[in-house]
């Protein structure tokens, strides 16, 4: 009997803790990206490729597993994944972005990529290095983003254009460097990136080593949670549990927040990383020492409507 019970206490937890989110009264929701275009315009522009050419740019990615992930991100836009052991968190979470308001967009944009070699989004006109080229379709012993090479095409891509202090001593790829500071951001390098890339206005508060500048950090999210998609840094180390040595104090992680609920002293969250949601429950001091930045990002007005 005792058997059975310990192995039902997680699911039964889960459960309950779904429950206790949508029984808070004041909770609160992310607005989504405003659509460009939608998930059925992309799927039925893909279903009229059939078969890819083997790209001249990218020799090492297969054009059936590049197609294929494509359509898995389109169909499925919560489960691109930055891989096991990587760095790419940040690229990750803005493709939140792109896959959720304009997919057909995003698809244009990597197809070409992968035919040309380049290609253009927002205010960027990406030319990837021989290094970035040469490396994607080839990471390995990183879960499921093994096989997804179009994944491993665009997270290389966006860590090998956009830079900020953490690459100053590495600026230029070599094999193992997604899991080396050459793939990090800090915040400011990472709204950059959504301005350059989106064309978003970005109400950003917080910075590498200090907390924002806010009476209550929860509170300030419950007021603005509604007003565009919201990114955390955070400390990864005591959200997730996860050993960044040396980082234990600091932020090392990127997740976009989908809705939160404060109750007294508790806050309930809901957040997308890696490939999943995830619904954690804790203190309003907890959550306000694991947050060290918060981006609300909403398209400029030309682009809005």
Known sequence: MNKHTNMYNPVVKILISFCLVFLCSNILLAKDPVTISTKQQALSYLSTITKLEPSKHWINV???????????NVDDPLSLYAGRGTNFCSYAAISYIPLNSDPVGFVKFMLQLYKNGTASMGKVNFTPSKGILKAAGTLRFKGKMDTRHADQIWLLLLADHFKGYLNIINRNYDPGDEDRFWAASNLAKFNRMIRKLFDYKIDASGSDLFRPRKKDIADYLLQHIDSGVVFLYVNNTLLAKKDHGAKKRLPTH?????SIAVENETVTITYW???????????????????????VCQPNEAHAG
């Open 273 to 295: 990383d890696n490939g999943a949601r995830t619904l954690r429950q804790m203190s309003r001091n907890f959550f306000r020492r694991i947050v060290f930045g918060i981006s």
């Open 62 to 72: 297969e054009p059936a597993k590049f197609l294929e992930n494509i359509r898995l």
């Open 254 to 258: 990127f997740i976009v927040l989908n």
